[in-house]
């Protein structure tokens, strides 16, 4: 149960203090998604040059899942490259998809394993993986442009 109240301290201080919250005026492509189950949504811009990701920035509002979540993705994958984003995504996306099976990798996810709670409540795991989506979408768009 301590490592619980570890992983739901973490999620509380990204969403109390997040991190790249306030959207760039410049970048490569943005995106707005919504949760409809829920109404929490996501507004992302992602700057990109030479197939890497130099800036992630973010406004939002909803649970504090959703917002801790995207606060997590866009320290983890500014400066990353895409090939290391898409792993780094796909190895959260298959967290959430565990059903509390795995505990995430924390040499690739960092902070964001303690989502690994959240995978146990379906109707939760949409909210953690708000942000992943919209940066799935901004990662295709912008692939589009930088080509």
């Known amino acids: 149960m301590e490592l619980d109240s570890l992983y739901q301290e973490v999620i509380l201080d990204h969403y109390k203090h997040p991190q790249h919250k306030g959207l760039a005026s410049q970048y490569s492509a943005?995106?707005?998604?919504?949760n409809t189950s829920c109404g929490d949504e996501i507004t992302l811009n992602i700057n990109v040059s030479d197939g890497t990701i130099n800036s992630i920035t973010w406004d939002g509002q909803g649970c504090s899942i959703s917002q801790?979540?995207?606060?997590m993705l866009s320290d983890l994958l500014i400066n990353?490259?895409?090939e290391e984003a898409d792993s780094i995504v796909a190895a959260f996306t298959d967290?959430?998809?565990s059903k509390g099976l795995s505990a995430g990798d924390p040499d690739v996810l960092e902070d964001a394993v303690v989502f690994a709670g959240v995978?146990?409540?379906?109707?939760r795991v949409?909210?953690?993986?708000?942000?992943w989506m919209a940066f799935k979408d901004a990662a295709i768009q912008s692939r589009g442009e930088n080509k």
Do not use: E, I
């Not at 943005?30 to 919504?34: P, S, T, Y």
């Not at 801790?68 to 606060?71: K, P």
């Open 119 to 123: 995978s146990k409540f379906p109707s």
């Open 95 to 97: 967290l959430m998809a």
């Open 68 to 71: 801790a979540s995207v606060s």
């Open 80 to 82: 990353k490259r895409f």
């Open 30 to 34: 943005q995106v707005h998604h919504v």
């Open 126 to 131: 949409k909210c953690a993986l708000l942000g």
